[in-house]
């Protein structure tokens, strides 16, 4: 399921009446990381494809940060902090003992 230029690729919704999943990716081409969240396809060798539909940025600090706050302030939005704790505590955790 990765490709193998990918530095990094996660799954983070899949359809399975369409065959089609929505990942995020961070791979790099000529020599810049770029973070990429893009729909994919099973074409008909049964092999997952990136279609045209998603967005690709520089993978920086900046970038990162700003994806960072926007996703924790939909969080924060649909929860309270507590609750964010509890569901994604251990993924932070597991985050920062790298």
């Known amino acids: 399921m990765n490709d193998s230029s990918d530095i990094y690729s996660k799954i983070i919704f899949q359809d399975e009446v369409k065959q089609t999943q929505t990942r995020l990716t961070i791979n790099e081409f000529r020599g810049i990381e770029y ?3 893009r729909r994919y396809y099973l074409d008909f060798e049964e092999e997952w ?3 045209n539909e998603g967005i690709s940025v520089p993978l920086d600090i900046d970038n990162t940060r700003s994806l ?3 996703m924790a302030e939909i969080l924060s ?3 309270s902090r507590e609750i964010i704790e509890q569901e994604f505590g251990d ?3 597991k985050i920062y003992q790298r």
């Open 35 to 37: 973070l990429h969240l």
């Open 49 to 51: 494809k990136p279609s």
């Open 68 to 70: 960072f706050e926007g």
């Open 77 to 79: 939005l649909a929860e």
């Open 91 to 93: 993924l932070i955790s």
